[in-house]
């Protein structure tokens, strides 16, 4: 019907599908592809022109997000391979991970009534430590030695700490503005 | 419609044509034309040489409407009836215009939008601004002798989609076509950009009149890439001015001033406002209605201190918007001055302070943006530039929707590069529901009640099916004006139900076209003869490109395809030669559907050809 949208993000862009990305390939890559498709180019063109150009240069950006976010890029490359993550139905979590999660709360909750900005700030630092660590084990079992389902289980662990990261952030922008 | 000539991608269909398009600054206080003139981007005066048009509408007792100085002079003594500020309103109801005390208007609340009640009848600040922008258009046309391709209108980064679209009706009713609304920050970024060859990561102070904004960029081999953006839309110089008002009734101990004195003391306030921008003190003088006079003097530090509270509220956004950009202020390269009210010193030094480095003022802060505009407004006519860039914007507020409790879901996050879509799935709540209602909200705040509400509509027709079977997607689209529209589908029963939906606040192209012809004073034929012209203009340009992307593209097509595009191109040729507009309308229409598939495979034979790196110089 429009234009080729059967071709996933990576082919698009034309990188390699895996996990570990080259970031300024990609922004490189997206900015060409925007460029080449962007409304703005268009804009003395046909409807139908104008049209196809609003789509593919809406769908550019949406696969330059995906592929930019760490926990997307993972979630998309499990979807690719025929793997549901089941992050809204599968909460089932290793007790450690359960506690390392109540106590993070704990330190958000604490710096946020101390109305502490500078332990919130700390509390982000450490938590992109343990994001980065799950982003190296990802890599490892989506391009070294794949397997989908512990894959899936790390997708629901970066989830939380994703939704941490956030939290900080509201507490952090509630104190300041 | 549009009389717009189509120029394929790099094949320039009349190359020695220059198509005449404007930027338009539609400030609070001011407003400015410009275009680019021999490859240089120049603000047009008015006869009197002045760059300037007051953003003020007077509605003359005999019916008669005067836009600019000569409104400006009659502002006191006939307050009701001369609108300033009428940006202010744009596309805000009466509960969200916390200033209604200080205004000498007469409000009407209606369904989305406030109006005015004037001596020329009630009138929406939609229709003021037109007012405004019709009066630069003539300007635009007398001085560029010939009509307008269209316009570039620039809005403040943080107008919400609600405002954004009253601008777009404005301008739809002063006659323009708007070929883009630009964001202010942007378009100075692009003035100052272009002019400075900078490369780096900026921030863009803008402080108008009514409203502030500030953007990050990142300007980088001729793109500029919109970090983040934040600001307030209801805060600019004409909070200073108000601080100065306050402080005199302080002073003076005056209460219950009549519309026109409180207009009289306003204006004394902005000019007192100017002159300690060069001079460290001032006198307020006015002579009030009841004999009484005002006589004071005001000092800079004086003014400092009344002020600095509102300098406080402008460093917030700023913050916001570095944190949103994920950058530090040792990040920022330069930050570049827009709007008249930052030739404050105070403004200047917060901003100093703030950053740590003086702020660049190299560019007249209040022609940049409408110089920026311009030179966005030739590329997209068509008018090949010189210098080949690109310019990615985002939307500045988070667009969601209403869930249980009322709560807001977002769907779209603030500061995602436009265009954006994004479709959510939803289902049944009861068994045999055949009706859902979808509210679609914007701003960042968790509660429905404290987000802006965008539309409200009701999905009706879904099959009768035992609940949570059916399966509703909503996809949410904004488009590089940064407009959103939404559509629907139930995707299980085998027909799609599909819908446009257009937010509540919008006037309807009926209106539009409704209220144009109320201030058209042709008669009904030069109207008819005026559309055929235009559509034929229209469907000679689509064939004139469909043949040249032929030319380039045509082993794209299958033999059938090809024939039935052939078919479509004859059968507009065809109706062309019936003289018929509702004929050649629908052709066209037909022509453009049919192309689309061809159109669809040209872009992406482009888009890969451009990230392989070959030079095919149409993009």
Same mark, same amino acid.
């Given at each position: =019907?429009?234009?080729?949208?059967?071709?996933?993000?990576?082919?698009?862009?034309?990188?390699?599908?895996?996990?570990?990305?080259d970031?300024? !390939?990609?922004?490189?890559?997206?900015?060409? !592809?925007a460029?080449?498709?962007?409304?703005?180019?268009?804009?003395?063109?046909g409807?139908?022109?104008?049209?196809?150009?609003?789509?593919? !240069?809406?769908?550019?950006?949406?696969?330059?997000?995906?592929?930019?976010?760490?926990l997307a890029?993972?979630?998309?490359?499990?979807?690719?391979a025929g793997?549901?993550?089941?992050?809204?139905?599968?909460?089932? =979590?290793?007790?450690?991970f359960l506690?390392?999660q =109540?106590?993070?709360?704990?330190n958000?909750?604490?710096?946020?009534?101390g109305?502490?900005?500078?332990?919130?700030?700390?509390?982000?630092?450490?938590?992109?430590?343990?994001?980065?660590?799950?982003?190296?084990?990802?890599?490892?079992?989506?391009?070294d !030695?794949?397997?989908?389902?512990i894959?899936?289980?790390?997708?629901?662990?970066?989830?939380?700490?994703?939704?941490?990261?956030?939290?900080?952030?509201?507490?952090?922008?509630?104190?300041?503005y | 419609?549009?009389?717009?000539?189509i120029?394929?991608?790099?094949?320039?269909?009349?190359?020695?044509?220059?198509?005449?398009a404007?930027g338009?600054?539609?400030?609070?206080?001011?407003?400015?034309v410009?275009?680019?003139?021999?490859?240089?981007?120049?603000?047009?005066? &008015?006869?009197?040489?002045?760059?300037?048009?007051?953003?003020?509408?007077?509605?003359?007792?005999?019916?008669?409407?005067?836009?600019?100085?000569?409104?400006?002079?009659?502002?006191?003594?006939?307050?009701?009836?001369?609108?300033?500020?009428?940006?202010?309103?744009?596309?805000?109801g009466?509960?969200?215009?916390? &200033?209604?005390?200080?205004?000498?208007?007469?409000?009407?609340?209606?369904?989305?939008?406030?109006?005015?009640?004037?001596?020329? @009848? *009630?009138?929406?600040p939609?229709?003021?601004?037109?007012?405004?922008?019709?009066?630069?258009?003539t300007?635009?046309e007398?001085?560029?002798g010939?009509?307008?391709?269209?316009?570039v209108?620039?809005?403040?980064?943080?107008?919400d989609?609600?405002?954004?679209q009253a601008?777009?009706?404005?301008? #739809?009713?002063?006659?323009l076509?708007?070929?883009?609304?630009? +964001?202010?920050?942007?378009?100075a970024?692009? %003035?100052?950009g272009?002019?400075?060859?900078?490369?780096g990561?900026?921030?863009?102070?803008?402080? $108008?009149?009514?409203?502030?904004?500030?953007?990050?960029?990142?300007l980088?081999?001729?793109v500029?890439?919109?970090?983040?953006?934040?600001?307030?839309s209801?805060?600019?110089?004409?909070?200073?001015?108000?601080?100065?008002?306050?402080?005199?009734?302080?002073q003076a101990?005056?209460?219950?001033?009549?519309?026109? &004195?409180?207009?009289?003391?306003?204006?004394?306030?902005?000019?007192?406002?100017?002159?300690?921008?060069?001079?460290?003190?001032?006198?307020?003088? %006015?002579l009030?209605?009841? @004999?009484?006079?005002?006589?004071?003097?005001?000092?800079?530090?004086?003014?400092?201190?009344?002020?600095?509270?509102?300098?406080?509220?402008?460093?917030?956004?700023?913050?916001?918007?570095?944190?949103?950009?994920?950058?530090?202020?040792?990040?920022?390269?330069?930050?570049v001055?827009?709007g $008249?009210?930052?030739?404050?010193?105070?403004?200047?030094?917060?901003v100093?302070?703030?950053?740590?480095?003086?702020?660049?003022?190299?560019?007249?802060?209040?022609?940049?943006?409408?110089?920026?505009?311009?030179?966005?407004?030739?590329?997209l006519a068509?008018?090949? $530039?010189?210098?080949?860039?690109l310019?990615?914007?985002?939307?500045?507020?988070?667009?969601?929707?209403?869930?249980? $409790?009322?709560?807001?879901?977002?769907?779209?996050?603030?500061?995602?590069?436009?265009?954006?879509?994004?479709?959510?799935?939803?289902t049944t709540?009861?068994?045999?529901?055949?009706?859902?209602?979808?509210?679609?909200?914007?701003?960042?705040?968790?509660?429905?009640?404290?987000?802006?509400?965008?539309a409200k509509?009701?999905?009706?027709?879904?099959p009768p099916?035992v609940?949570?079977a059916?399966?509703? #997607?909503v996809?949410?689209q904004?488009?590089?004006?940064?407009?959103?529209?939404?559509?629907?589908?139930?995707?299980?029963?085998?027909?799609e %139900?599909?819908?446009?939906?257009?937010?509540?606040?919008?006037?309807s192209d009926?209106?539009?076209?409704?209220?144009?012809?109320?201030?058209?004073?042709?008669?009904?034929?030069?109207?008819?003869?005026?559309?055929?012209?235009?559509a034929i203009?229209?469907a000679?340009?689509l064939?004139?490109?469909?043949?040249?992307a032929?030319?380039?593209?045509?082993?794209?097509l299958?033999?059938?395809e090809?024939a039935?595009?052939?078919g479509?191109?004859?059968?507009?040729? *065809?109706?062309?030669? *019936?003289?018929?507009?509702?004929?050649?309308?629908a052709a066209?229409q037909?022509? +453009?559907?049919?192309?689309?598939p061809?159109?669809?495979?040209r872009?992406?034979r482009n888009?890969q050809?451009?990230?392989?790196g070959? +030079?095919?110089g149409a993009?």
């Amino acid at each position: =019907m429009s234009a080729d949208f059967s071709q996933d993000h990576f082919a698009l862009f034309q990188l390699p599908r895996r996990f570990r990305l080259d970031n300024a !390939a990609l922004d490189s890559a997206w900015r060409t !592809a925007a460029a080449a498709a962007h409304p703005d180019r268009f804009a003395a063109a046909g409807d139908a022109e104008k049209r196809v150009a609003l789509m593919q !240069a809406t769908r550019i950006n949406e696969a330059y997000q995906t592929l930019k976010s760490p926990l997307a890029r993972a979630r998309y490359l499990l979807q690719l391979a025929g793997v549901d993550t089941a992050e809204e139905t599968n909460t089932s =979590m290793p007790p450690a991970f359960l506690m390392a999660q =109540m106590e993070w709360r704990e330190n958000i909750e604490d710096a946020r009534h101390g109305k502490d900005v500078a332990a919130l700030e700390t509390l982000t630092r450490q938590l992109r430590g343990d994001v980065k660590a799950l982003e190296d084990e990802l890599a490892a079992v989506l391009d070294d !030695a794949p397997d989908h389902a512990i894959a899936a289980l790390l997708v629901r662990k970066l989830r939380f700490l994703e939704k941490l990261d956030q939290e900080i952030g509201d507490a952090i922008e509630a104190l300041l503005y | 419609m549009a009389l717009l000539q189509i120029a394929e991608p790099g094949l320039s269909a009349a190359p020695h044509q220059h198509r005449l398009a404007v930027g338009i600054d539609l400030g609070t206080t001011n407003s400015l034309v410009a275009t680019v003139r021999s490859g240089s981007a120049v603000v047009l005066p &008015d006869e009197q040489g002045r760059n300037l048009l007051p953003s003020v509408v007077r509605y003359a007792p005999d019916g008669s409407t005067v836009v600019g100085y000569a409104a400006q002079a009659e502002q006191s003594r006939d307050a009701t009836n001369t609108i300033v500020s009428a940006k202010r309103f744009m596309g805000r109801g009466l509960a969200d215009l916390q &200033d209604v005390g200080r205004s000498p208007y007469r409000f009407v609340d209606a369904p989305g939008m406030v109006q005015l009640v004037t001596r020329a @009848g *009630t009138k929406s600040p939609v229709e003021v601004s037109a007012d405004i922008l019709r009066t630069l258009k003539t300007r635009a046309e007398a001085s560029l002798g010939g009509d307008l391709v269209g316009a570039v209108i620039t809005v403040p980064a943080y107008f919400d989609d609600a405002q954004r679209q009253a601008t777009k009706d404005a301008a #739809r009713l002063a006659g323009l076509n708007v070929l883009r609304l630009l +964001n202010e920050p942007t378009a100075a970024a692009i %003035a100052y950009g272009l002019d400075n060859g900078a490369e780096g990561t900026y921030v863009v102070y803008d402080l $108008g009149g009514g409203t502030f904004d500030v953007s990050v960029l990142a300007l980088s081999r001729g793109v500029f890439e919109v970090l983040a953006t934040s600001g307030d839309s209801s805060l600019g110089g004409d909070d200073f001015d108000h601080r100065i008002y306050c402080w005199v009734l302080e002073q003076a101990n005056l209460h219950g001033l009549t519309a026109q &004195d409180t207009r009289l003391l306003l204006t004394r306030a902005r000019e007192a406002k100017e002159a300690l921008s060069e001079h460290a003190t001032t006198r307020i003088t %006015a002579l009030l209605s009841d @004999g009484l006079t005002v006589d004071l003097e005001l000092a800079q530090a004086t003014f400092h201190d009344i002020s600095r509270t509102l300098l406080d509220k402008t460093l917030l956004p700023v913050r916001k918007a570095l944190r949103d950009a994920k950058i530090t202020i040792d990040d920022v390269k330069g930050v570049v001055m827009v709007g $008249g009210a930052t030739r404050m010193p105070q403004v200047q030094k917060a901003v100093g302070d703030f950053f740590g480095r003086p702020p660049l003022t190299n560019l007249d802060p209040d022609k940049v943006v409408a110089l920026g505009a311009a030179i966005q407004a030739d590329v997209l006519a068509g008018n090949k $530039g010189g210098e080949d860039w690109l310019l990615l914007d985002v939307i500045p507020l988070s667009l969601g929707i209403e869930t249980m $409790g009322g709560l807001a879901e977002k769907i779209i996050p603030r500061n995602s590069t436009i265009p954006v879509a994004r479709a959510q799935e939803f289902t049944t709540f009861k068994d045999g529901q055949t009706a859902m209602s979808i509210h679609v909200l914007q701003g960042e705040r968790e509660l429905v009640a404290d987000c802006r509400s965008l539309a409200k509509f009701v999905l009706r027709g879904i099959p009768p099916m035992v609940a949570g079977a059916a399966r509703i #997607r909503v996809t949410f689209q904004v488009d590089a004006d940064g407009l959103l529209s939404v559509t629907a589908r139930e995707l299980t029963s085998g027909v799609e %139900a599909s819908i446009e939906v257009k937010p509540s606040y919008g006037l309807s192209d009926d209106e539009i076209s409704r209220m144009l012809t109320e201030s058209m004073t042709h008669v009904q034929e030069d109207i008819n003869a005026r559309k055929l012209r235009e559509a034929i203009v229209d469907a000679e340009s689509l064939i004139a490109a469909i043949h040249a992307a032929l030319e380039v593209d045509g082993d794209l097509l299958a033999a059938e395809e090809r024939a039935e595009l052939d078919g479509a191109l004859i059968g507009l040729h *065809t109706a062309i030669a *019936t003289q018929v507009t509702r004929e050649v309308n629908a052709a066209t229409q037909r022509l +453009n559907q049919i192309s689309e598939p061809f159109a669809a495979r040209r872009m992406d034979r482009n888009i890969q050809r451009a990230l392989k790196g070959k +030079n095919i110089g149409a993009l």
